[in-house]
């Protein structure tokens, strides 16, 4: 049976990742959505016969208002356009006999708004922080899948000194992050230790990526962690300031294992997965197309992401596009890149991930 989640309890689980400011701090605003019928999506006549002669089903699909969105907008805007109303989810999933797979969206703009409706069955797919699908593995007692990779590592170093030039240049510095007790510590220190520079690096935890942000303001020799699509807004309203060194490319460079530095992972009820394998596909297909038109064509896609929530300014979402490491990652090749990233917050915290490593039915698995 599916344990409850308190809207406490999903703020407490979300905030003591570290999570809430990175991944849905960059809009405001309530819960948003929007449904239509598929058939505006685009695909082949083939497909849409296929899922109309297998599968008729509204497939709820919910999100963040920050970069594991991003990678969503062209399909949202295809198959039922980028949600602005704020109406609700349907209650269920159902659809008229013959309609075939049709997606209904919802955009939050925090996490706790998000969670318990994943636990209460009222969301069928939904685009979370990747520890959070682990988090609610646990929580639910294995009722939910991970079915892609949807967002790579987003942090970046930010300074306006000319020495930082690489990673192992934080030697001797001292860095300005926020998220202590989450996964950006437990990143940083793993990569810390694994280029040898642990004991050389004063980190100075702030609350907010925002107090960050100012202190580079005021001091573009300071040494700061952001966030994108923060840190493409900072590095606009400061000509000074450079992001020499991703840490997605940190990662690729001291694990061994065939990971990733993964942030974000798109879910699934298992469920809902077991009795409409055909519109997980679909999902898929169509999510694979979306990120790769967004990160083909940034310009087109930055007014949807702009409508979505995630940004204020298009010019920011232009720039911020291909730097935030939108992907879709499936199979055996996500399930390599999601494993290490669990094990690296597995071993510094094991509640980051729900207190236990999730089982070998948590990797969905294609037909």
């Known amino acids: 049976m599916q344990k409850n989640m308190t809207r406490r309890e999903a703020l407490a689980t979300l905030a003591g990742l570290g999570l809430t ?11 948003d959505s929007s449904a239509s019928d598929s058939s505006k999506s685009g695909g082949s006549k083939a497909s849409k016969a296929k899922a109309k002669a297998t599968d008729d089903v509204v497939v709820r699909v919910a999100s963040l208002k920050g970069p594991t969105t991003i990678g969503l907008v062209k399909m949202m805007d295809t198959t039922s356009g980028i949600p602005t109303d704020g109406a609700a989810l349907p209650e269920d999933n159902s659809a008229k006999k013959g309609s075939g797979i049709t997606y209904a969206y ?8 998000l969670l318990p409706q994943i636990i209460q069955g009222k969301v069928d797919i939904a685009c979370v922080p990747s520890n959070v699908g682990s988090v609610l593995y646990n929580k639910t007692e294995g009722k939910i899948r991970v079915i892609d990779v949807n967002t790579l590592g987003v942090l970046s170093v930010v300074t306006g000194d000319s020495s930082v030039a690489k990673f192992e240049d934080l030697a001797g510095k001292t860095v300005y992050v926020s998220g202590k007790g989450s996964s950006p510590e437990y990143v940083l220190d793993f990569l810390l230790g694994k280029a040898g520079i642990a004991d050389k690096v004063t980190v100075e935890w702030k609350s907010e990526h925002a107090e960050v942000a100012a202190i580079l303001a005021s001091d573009p020799a300071a040494v700061g962690i952001l966030p994108q699509p923060f840190t493409t807004a900072t590095l606009v309203q ?33 469920a809902f997965a077991d009795e409409h394998p055909e519109a997980v596909e679909d999902f898929l297909r169509r999510h694979a197309k979306s990120v790769k038109q967004v990160n083909a064509d940034p310009k087109a896609a930055a007014p949807l992401v702009v409508k979505a929530g995630i940004v204020p300014k298009e010019p920011i979402a232009q720039k911020a596009i291909p730097q935030c490491n939108v992907v879709c990652i499936t199979g055996k090749k996500m399930r390599r890149a999601l494993e290490g990233y669990l094990q690296v917050l597995y071993d510094a915290n094991k509640a980051s991930v729900g207190g236990a490593l999730p089982a070998d039915d948590f990797y969905y698995q294609q037909a």
């Open 21 to 31: 400011g990175i991944l849905a701090g960059c809009g405001t605003g309530a819960s």
């Open 106 to 113: 919802a955009v939050s703009a925090s996490p706790d708004e």
């Open 238 to 270: 400061n000509g000074s300031l450079k992001a020499p060194v991703d840490l997605t490319d940190v990662w690729k460079e001291y694990a061994t294992d065939g990971s990733e530095f993964v942030m974000g992972a798109t879910i699934v009820r298992a």
